[in-house]
DNA sequence: ATGGCCCGTAGAACGGGA
């Protein structure tokens, strides 16, 4: 089974870049973040038409997540869930689904804006929140993938300047525990189960020729339960369509499982 | 050259992203 995530920044916009990648990549479940499309709104029938079929959750403006999966291979995704139980919150980031027997976490965690601002706060209620809910979760689901946008660099390596990052929202020293305490839970990060080069980001900064100068961080992840982990084959960061005109700022993840 | 963009909602700038 191949996993992908991918924040593509407005999926109406995004779109033909989407289907290019998932006719080349073919992928069998792919999580997204920033649809920033209501569900009314959502492109199901190119998707079908693509061989996906998809679950949702929507929000006008901003965030919005979905699920796709490759209708042939490993059929619909069920046991939908939208949003962390009792934590409410208008915003899209949260989608949970089951795809051929894996439990799927599409996250979109928030981005917490700076350290001192009360966005930053949020973001940290928001992942304490998860924690709590996850537990649950991975109590019930031996076979767990969370994917998504997490918004933290979970170390220095993980970072292109981690002097001049040091302390700022993405890297500050709370949200890097929040993530530990994800690994802490029995989550892998499938990215550093395998050799990787130096210098390995997921999103770039559409400023200051970001991509270019390759100013980047590693800000989207995979993590797997024990099981999963066991049998991945490969994680990698797909490039390729960071340098396809007008792309998302960030670009996908990618793994294989032998499942 | 230490700043540089992009998207949605607008129907001009502005909030938000990271």
Known sequence: MKIATW???S????????LDWLAAEQPDVVCLQETKLVDEAFPAAALADAG?????AGQKTYTGVAILSRSDRVGVAGEVQVGIPGFADEQKRVLAATVAGVR???????NGQSVDSEKYQYKLAWLHALQGWLRGELATHP??????DFNIAPEDRDVH???AWAGQVLCSEPEREQFRTLLGQGLVDAFRLFEQPERCFSWWDY?????????GLRIDHILLTGELAAACKNCRVDRTPRTWERPSD??????????
């Not at 960030?250 to 499942?259: L, M, N, S, T, Y």
Request: aromatic share 8%.
């Open 7 to 9: 924040n593509v920044n």
């Open 11 to 18: 999926l109406k916009v995004r779109l033909p870049h989407l």
């Open 52 to 56: 996906y079929g998809a679950v949702y």
């Open 104 to 110: 799927i976490i599409c996250l979109y965690i928030p």
């Open 143 to 148: 076979r767990l993938a969370v994917l998504g």
């Open 161 to 163: 300047d981690p002097v």
């Open 207 to 215: 400023r200051a020729a970001g991509f270019r100068r390759d100013l």
């Open 250 to 259: 960030h670009a996908p993840v990618i793994a294989e499982i032998a499942c």
